[in-house]
């Protein structure tokens, strides 16, 4: 059953644009996750929040912005897209240590 | 710094066979940790979790894995694997319970199963 939701599950766009994913969890967490996986399946993560404010910050590019409006909600906005940015971004929440992943947006930047 | 070692990216394996995948983390301090499957064009699914505790674990689907702290080890087993199983298997340890720790993945391991 599933239980975070991401649209879209596909984007293709161009370089320069900008694009946006939402993420919504409905199993009551109070943290939630981005994390990026890239061609070879790797996973790092991206940002973390917790209860709306953001905890944890990975170096990424600034252009990749996460924003929260309330715990259940995490969407991730990327300002002018570059071609590094083609991957699958997956969100993620958890009760405390063990997390639970959506469905995944798959991002194809020409 | 935490990190997660999986020796084998690509194990093949015929139905019905056994099953097991390797897993070394590097963590000072109590390691939680985790396994997870992520079917073709899924996303992760959770197999089983450790905690401190009983160092066998239950998953779903038949899975187990041992925690081996003097190893530095979290292998994950299937006594008989199904065709269903293809898929890459994710191990991954948490710094700790607080809420916000961030898991640290291997690079997965890919099973294939044949016929």
């Known amino acids: 059953e599933t239980a975070v939701f991401q649209t879209p599950n596909y984007h293709v766009t161009q370089v320069g644009n900008e694009v946006s994913f939402n993420c919504k969890q409905t199993?009551?967490?109070?943290?939630m996750y981005w994390y990026k996986q890239d061609s070879k399946k790797l996973l790092k993560i991206m940002f973390s929040?917790?209860?709306?404010?953001?905890?944890v910050n990975e170096t990424v590019p600034r252009r990749f912005s996460p924003q929260s409006s309330d715990k259940a909600h995490l969407n991730l906005r990327i300002k002018s897209v570059e071609p590094e940015d083609s991957a699958v971004y997956l969100c993620a929440s958890s009760p405390r240590t063990e997390q639970y992943f959506g469905p995944g947006t798959r991002l194809t930047v020409l | 710094a935490q990190s997660v070692t999986q020796p084998d990216a690509r194990v093949t394996v015929s139905e019905g066979a056994s099953l097991q995948l390797r897993c070394k983390y590097s963590?000072?301090?109590?390691?939680?940790l985790f396994w997870y499957v992520q079917y073709p064009r899924q996303g992760l699914q959770l197999l089983l979790k450790y905690y401190p505790g009983d160092p066998v674990v239950q998953g779903v689907n038949g899975f187990e894995a041992e925690f081996s702290k003097s190893n530095s080890s979290f292998h994950l087993r299937k006594a008989s694997v199904h065709w269903s199983d293809w898929a890459v298997y994710f191990c991954a340890v948490s710094m700790g319970n607080s809420a916000g720790n961030k898991l640290t993945f291997g690079i997965g391991t890919r099973v294939l199963v044949r016929p």
């Open positions: 929040y917790n209860n709306k404010q953001l905890i």
């Open positions: 963590y000072f301090g109590t390691p939680y």
């Open positions: 199993l009551g967490h109070d943290t």
